[in-house]
């Protein structure tokens, strides 16, 4: 069975910086293959991890479509025909593997893309003992029910006061939509001064999370991203690295 960390907040905060760390120092730690899923249509998390994408979920979909009305699949389904397409688009590395749902290349919305991907991710991330899902901004893919079963769903935010109101506003959204998991943290992300502010302590309390997770701003991912390079190449050193590695051994126990 698998163990699912989802990661959403609003856009900007570093949400995906967080979702390649989690990836990252789950492989480093010995927990692996990690499925890694970027679920939000502007991929941006296979740049941070390394890999490149070929082909995504939503294009998948497309080509899989065009053959099938083509009828260029004869004898398979079309249901079997997006599965293979699907397949396909999984980018294979050492220790983990990615998924990206990109965009829909036709007419409509996502809705049909995000039933896609859960539909995959149903047939996929059972292989997997750790599935991490970079979300894009806000609830849509939860609301939708991109993974039935969440098991630590991560909030991150900046130390703003306008940044920590929209987490208590996607923590009362999350309940209003019965998005289901089973525990709740809190990261607050690029603190200048390494200190959590005041109001954390009342955040935590009302949204019931089991922690709060202070990262504080790096100079060296701030290097390491200027220059495109991957993750990876963080230092063991690296404060950052460090924080998510206390944070994995605490919650993953």
């Not at 979909?61 to 079997?80: F, L, T, V």
């Not at 992300?189 to 701003?217: F, I, S």
């Not at 200027?226 to 990876?232: A, D, N, P």
Request: charged share 25%; with cysteine; hydrophobic share 40%.
């Amino acid at each position: 069975m698998s163990f699912t960390i989802a990661i959403t907040g609003k856009g900007g905060v570093g949400k995906t910086t967080v979702a390649g760390l989690l990836v990252s120092r789950l492989v480093a730690s010995g927990r692996r293959p990690v499925l890694a899923v970027d679920a939000d249509p502007n991929t941006c998390l296979d740049t941070v991890l390394g890999v490149s994408v070929k082909q995504s979920v939503g294009s998948a979909r497309e080509e899989a479509r065009m053959i099938a009305g083509k009828g260029m699949g004869a004898g398979i389904s079309k249901q079997e025909l997006l599965e293979i397409k699907i397949a396909e688009s999984l980018v294979e590395a050492d220790d983990f593997d990615f998924l990206a749902m990109g965009r829909p290349e036709g007419p409509g919305c996502y809705c049909f893309a995000n039933a896609v991907l859960r539909a995959a991710l149903g047939k996929i991330a059972h292989h997997y003992p750790w599935v991490v899902i970079d979300n894009e901004a806000g609830l849509e893919n939860l609301s939708r029910r991109l993974s039935q079963k969440v098991d630590v769903l991560v909030m991150v935010a900046d130390p703003s006061h306008r940044g920590l109101e929209t987490t208590r506003r996607l923590h009362a959204l999350a309940r209003e939509m019965e998005v289901a998991y089973g525990k709740l943290a809190l990261v607050v992300n690029r603190l200048r001064h390494d200190k959590l502010p005041a109001e954390m302590e009342a955040l935590q309390r009302e949204t019931g999370a089991c922690c709060v997770l202070a990262l504080p701003d790096s100079t060296e991912m701030a290097d390491l991203s200027e220059r495109g390079g991957q993750i990876t190449e963080l230092s063991a050193e690296n404060e950052l690295v460090k924080r998510i590695d206390d944070f994995l051994r605490r919650e993953l126990r």
